[in-house]
């Protein structure tokens, strides 16, 4: 399989309560190394712009306002198939239905507060990936 990049969010549910090593320690060990990391604040607008493609459902205003609420680590996952890695390891967006040993699993705390963001397909990785850091900031 390819070598891939992917977005992932430390959410500001997962900040607040200092959970950022214990999930990295959770990708590393899947074997996706973290290429590029920064702690930020977002902003409503970046994080309304972010999430777009869920302007229409009725979570999304509370989706954004939780997303700048606090902190949050933005990262770039490397590894082969690391898109759908991630999505594993991250489990379902709903932490009721999330497999044994994943990070929503573990450490979400409702289907809005879930911890973490992974993008999922190829070409949405590379938009987010742009969001957030040049080809600079990124050292694989
Ligand atoms: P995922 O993050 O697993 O890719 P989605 O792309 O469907 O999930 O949704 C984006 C984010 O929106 C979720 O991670 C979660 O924070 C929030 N969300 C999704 N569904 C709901 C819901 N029914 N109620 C509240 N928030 C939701
Ligand atoms: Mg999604």
Do not use: W
């Not at 999930?23 to 994080?47: H, P, S, W, Y």
């Not at 712009?49 to 606090?70: D, N, Q």
């Amino acid at each position: 399989m390819a070598i891939e990049r992917t977005l992932s969010i430390i959410k500001p549910d997962a900040t607040r309560r200092n959970l950022t090593g214990k999930i990295n320690a959770k990708f590393e060990d899947a074997g996706l190394r973290i290429v590029a990391q920064k702690r930020i604040q977002l902003t409503m607008a970046q994080a309304g712009k972010f999430y777009e493609v869920h302007a229409e459902r009725p979570f999304y205003g509370e989706l954004c306002e939780f997303m700048a609420s606090a902190p949050v680590v933005v990262q770039v996952l490397e590894g082969e198939g690391a898109i759908g890695k991630n999505r594993e390891v991250m489990g379902a967006t709903n932490p009721a239905e999330a497999a044994e040993g994943t990070v929503r699993k573990l450490y979400a705390q409702s289907i809005g507060e879930n911890s973490v963001h992974g993008s999922d397909s190829e070409e949405n990785a590379k938009i987010e990936i742009a969001q957030f850091f040049s080809e600079a900031d990124i050292a694989g």
